[in-house]
């Protein structure tokens, strides 16, 4: 008799995920899971200890990535995923501070918390999906949502000035400044290994397609329509100056925009710390 | 690993703020977040020089919100950490306090209060914040505070804060004021060895087997931090005791709220210290805590030398109430004093417990605590 052995089927990426959270909670058509896919490959890619890694996220769809990636994690208060890193940052500056999570967490509840992480240039990598939304609550208007879009607290169109958020983290201070949408995952992926190797404060925006809740308002009711205007509006343009590249149906300017070398403030921080305890020891001694 | 500088060891003259500090860097507390505010400032600007000289952190944050975020996210690197602030900063710090409740993050909270609500009164003292150290963020939970009395308790019970929050694994709250954190005492810093420091449970045991949030017996989890190799996840959502997300079961909410709730209040003996002066035979027992409590105290004595029965209780733990204490001191008294710098916070935990003892209330608002005068008149008039 011949005996069988079957050996299951182990996706090369499992160790990177937690298998026990899924089924994950996002819409079909939602771009979060390109955005984790990206992330995880460029883990993969740069062989990084996952056991030096910690993934904060605050609240929102994007924010539950925290509970699927397999590393320390943590899903702070709605906004506060920033300030609680800041704390993980500068308790431990040999872990790899990651913060995922959404346009609304980032720049509405939490914005007054970018800024200062950015000009403090904290040694956090911010991965931010921006679904120009508020999905989970059902698709409200946000500091991202474009002109005249249709929100259910917009109905009559949106009369607030968008964020242009690389303009924002530039401005602010972040050593490097990236945005690409879900169509554009190599670049992506490139951008997050980019950011990872940086020192000091790094900002990587996705928009992402959100049909089910974005999309069903503003004439996009498919994830493949909602690509359809990235792919149509999407112009790279490496390098160019942040402040013109607002979000309009017309133009989406993608790329990079700041790649620039900038002490860290754990370092500094760390320097001083150092030099003051030997001058303290000395004093002591 | 950092060398450390000793402790300054001996008397000292100093006030309040700069006592707390000095306990926190006493009892090992290496990383401070702020933001400045009246009258607590003396306590993140004594730190900014002190935590370097020692290897540990001091940070200013944008705001107390994010003061209070960046203690927890400390807390889940290992070290032990603080913020310090007043009334309307405690306001802000409650979103993030839920926070550490929920994620069991052991932290020190100072709330030196002044007079509310809004901006009120920052340079003068005030008890208006007891009622939201309890109950001030969302949902239910148990919670530890402390009433410090005087500058030499500031440093005390600074330590026995992080002691019992590492205990616990609950963010414990030093509810001083402005009295106890401006005034010049002498302080003893007692040497390393005479001071009892209290480190969490750690984790132990292979990491694909722990379980972030499974409780041991005394209902509290041992704690993995972030770099250990755990690769745990911790959240604000209610979560099983993997730590993951499960919110529309009424069995994990139930028993996840019921822990946090009973961790404090079934260890509450443990945890609740009180001062009882001449209670044996007090037929008029005077309640109070913080600064108030010294003018108590001075009151009880000219009470005793008019011939009076007077005692005094002195609420050292604010919460978990001193529930059977107090009933203890009712039981033979005839009738309880409550002064208090608010409008009437403790005193109703006070009523409750003491059941069909007459209480007494001395509200006083907006300037000095009462005088011994003020609160002997009380005594005598009640007698």
């Known amino acids: 008799m011949v005996q069988e052995t079957v050996t299951p089927i182990v996706h090369p990426f499992s160790k990177y995920l937690r298998e026990e959270m899924m089924p994950h909670i996002w819409c079909p058509g939602c771009g979060n899971g390109i955005l984790m896919n990206s992330f995880v490959h460029a883990l993969d890619e740069l062989k990084l200890d996952l056991d030096k890694i910690v ?56 914005g007054n918390h970018f800024i200062h992480a950015a000009r403090r240039n904290i040694g956090i990598k911010v991965l931010c999906a921006n679904n120009l939304t508020y999905g989970m609550t059902g698709g409200q208007q946000g500091p991202t949502t474009p002109l005249d879009s249709v929100t259910t607290t917009s109905v009559y169109g949106n009369i607030e000035h968008p964020f242009n958020l690389v303009h924002l983290a530039a401005a602010s201070g972040a050593t490097y400044v990236a945005r690409w949408t879900s169509l554009h995952v190599r670049r992506l992926t490139q951008s ?14 996705m928009l992402s397609p959100c ?44 790329g990079e925009f700041v790649d620039i070398e900038k002490l860290s403030f754990e370092k500094m921080l760390h320097e001083k710390i150092s030099e003051i305890n030997e001058k303290a020891m000395e004093k002591v001694s | 690993m950092m060398k450390t500088r000793n402790l300054p060891v001996g008397p000292h003259f100093m006030n309040g703020d700069i006592a707390c500090a000095e306990g926190a860097i006493a009892v090992g507390c290496r990383f401070f977040a702020g933001y400045p505010i009246t009258p607590a400032t003396e306590i993140a600007e004594h730190l900014s020089q002190r935590m370097p000289e020692l290897g540990g952190i001091y940070v200013q944050m944008e705001d107390e919100i994010a003061s209070m975020a960046a203690i927890i996210g400390a807390s889940y690197s290992g070290l032990k950490a603080m913020t310090a602030t007043s009334g309307p900063g405690f306001t ?80 414990t709250l030093l509810m001083g004021d402005e009295i106890v954190g401006h005034m010049w005492e002498k302080v003893v810093i007692p040497s390393g060895e005479k001071i009892k420091i209290v480190n969490r449970k750690k984790a132990n045991g292979p990491p694909e087997e722990y379980m ?142 003491a059941k069909t003892t007459p209480v007494v209330f001395l509200s006083k608002l907006g300037e000095e605590p009462h005088t011994p005068m003020e609160i002997l008149e009380a005594i005598r008039k009640g007698m």
């Open chain 1, 192 to 205: 997050i290994k980019k950011m990872m190797g940086k020192e000091g404060f790094c900002f990587v925006e």
């Open chain 1, 55 to 110: 993934v904060v996220s605050g609240i929102g769809c994007i924010g539950r990535t925290a509970g699927y990636i397999n590393t320390d994690s943590f899903h702070t208060t709605h906004g506060r995923a920033l300030a609680f890193a800041t704390g993980v940052k500068l308790a431990n500056p040999e872990l790899e501070v990651v913060v995922i999570s959404g346009d609304g967490d980032l720049f509405a509840i939490g």
């Open chain 2, 92 to 171: 802000l710090m409650q979103e993030n306090i839920g926070l550490a409740i929920m994620t069991e993050a052991p932290c020190v909270i100072v709330d030196v209060m002044r007079g509310g609500p809004s901006t009120g009164q920052p340079t003068m003292p005030g008890q208006q914040d007891v009622m939201q150290a309890k109950w001030g963020s969302h949902g239910d939970y148990g919670i530890i505070a402390l009433s410090p009395s005087s500058v030499q308790e500031m440093f005390n019970l600074t330590i026995e804060a992080f002691n019992l929050s590492e205990t616990y694994r609950v963010p």
């Open chain 1, 211 to 254: 049909p089910e809740i974005f999309g069903r308002y503003n004439k996009m009711r498919s994830g493949l329509e909602m690509m359809g205007w990235f792919k149509s509006a999407s112009v790279v343009e490496n390098f160019s100056d942040p402040a013109k590249a607002d979000i309009t149906p017309d133009k989406i300017v993608v």
């Open chain 2, 212 to 353: 972030p949030f499974r409780a041991d017996a005394d209902l509290v989890p041992p704690m993995a931090c972030f770099g250990e190799g755990y690769r745990f996840h911790a959240t604000g959502l209610t979560h099983n005791e993997h730590g993951f997300p499960q919110t529309s079961s009424s069995e994990v909410q139930t028993k996840l709220v019921r822990r946090l709730c009973d961790k404090i209040q079934m260890n509450s003996d443990k945890i609740i210290k009180v001062e009882e002066v001449m209670l044996d035979d007090a037929e008029v027992v005077v309640v109070a805590y913080g600064i108030v409590a010294r003018a108590a105290l001075s009151a009880v004595r000219k009470a005793r030398e008019n011939g009076i029965k007077a005692g005094l209780l002195r609420l050292v733990t604010l919460w978990p109430f001193p529930e059977k204490q107090v009933a203890r001191a009712a039981q033979k008294a005839k009738l309880i004093v409550v002064p208090e710098m608010n409008c009437g916070q403790m005193v109703r935990e006070v009523e409750r417990a």
